[in-house]
């Protein structure tokens, strides 16, 4: 029914278009990235600086973060990882966490 709903449909777009744009500040202002890749999609490649994607990712996952390794696709290495966009509370608790990580 909700896909029926060409408003809710909007207003999903455009509140998803939004959180995509708090990510993308965000992630670029992390000293954790070289590299963060503008896209349409609902998703961000990211290239690490100094630590790797497997490294990353056991970091987070005491917060219960999920990162995607890239370092299977072609042309990617153990540098890069996929953070999606989520809804606003999910990337205000990833805000945090880089933050934390970063003052270790």
Known sequence: LA???TNFKQLAKNQNNQNGILLEKILK???LFEKV???NANY???KLKTIKAFEFQEKLKPYKIMIRNCSNF????EQYIRIAV???KSIEVLQTVLKEITNE
């Open 3 to 5: 896909l029926k709903d």
């Open 29 to 31: 202002n992390s000293n």
């Open 37 to 39: 890749y503008s896209t």
């Open 44 to 46: 961000f490649l990211i």
């Open 74 to 77: 072609d042309f990617l290495d």
């Open 86 to 88: 989520k809804d606003i």
